[in-house]
């Protein structure tokens, strides 16, 4: 009688997990199919409805016909011909301007002028000339002033720097004189006296030069 009951009893819970098994399976494919249904309608629409639409668009586009270009009519300037010379003219009906401008024209130009240097070549000749003989005064006065140093001044430990112009060709230096003291003395004294001094040594030209200078003292 239990072997009987045993038996039932495993029939019935086999049964019962067939079944769950079955249900599950059917509920699961049910889900899945409306998940495949819009797949396929999505990649028919892309497949075959998007390349037909560009077809009837790429035909239309073909058979439109391209614009007519208007050709512009090129104007072509008419050749005005000189009107002839009569042959017979005397010499007195030639207008005097026109003999005046052959002589002007068949008469040589003097090679001196277009030879001539520019003015501003000049200048520049003359301004490089003129820096570098006021950079030789310079020196002179320089070596001068080191060597014979106001002994007032060095006495007093004194020092300063002295502006002093002066016009310079070949007669000589005139008109030195100071345009900015330094505030001493002895040092202002001894600057124009340096220029009086040295001005035999300065550089030789035939040329007229204003020249402004600083003259420098300073005790080493």
């Not at 200048?123 to 310079?138: G, M, P, R, V, W």
């Amino acid at each position: 009688m239990k072997n009987k009951i045993g038996l039932v009893s495993g029939f019935m819970v086999s049964v019962f997990v067939h079944f769950g098994i079955l249900l599950f399976a059917f509920l699961f494919l049910k889900e899945q199919a409306p998940i495949q249904k819009e797949l396929f309608h999505s990649i028919s629409l892309n497949d075959y409805i998007v390349p037909q639409v560009e077809q009837k668009i790429e035909q239309s586009a073909a058979q439109i016909e391209p614009e007519k270009v208007i050709e512009k009519e090129q104007i072509v300037p008419k050749k005005v011909q000189p009107k002839p010379m009569p042959k017979n003219i005397k010499n007195s009906q030639i207008p005097k301007s026109s003999k005046a401008e052959q002589t002007a024209q068949n008469t040589p130009i003097n090679n001196a002028t277009n030879n001539a240097p520019p003015k501003e070549n000049l200048a520049q000749n003359l301004a490089k000339e003129q820096d570098k003989i006021a950079a030789q005064i310079y020196k002179i006065i320089s070596a001068y002033i080191i060597k014979n140093y106001p002994k007032d001044a060095l006495r007093r430990n004194q020092s300063g720097s002295v502006l002093v112009s002066f016009n310079y060709n070949s007669s000589g230096v005139s008109n030195a004189q100071i345009l900015q003291s330094s505030n001493i003395k002895s040092l202002d004294k001894a600057s124009l006296d340096a220029i009086e001094k040295t001005k035999h040594l300065f550089p030789k030209t035939n040329k007229n030069f204003a020249f402004t200078l600083p003259v420098r003292f300073a005790i080493k």
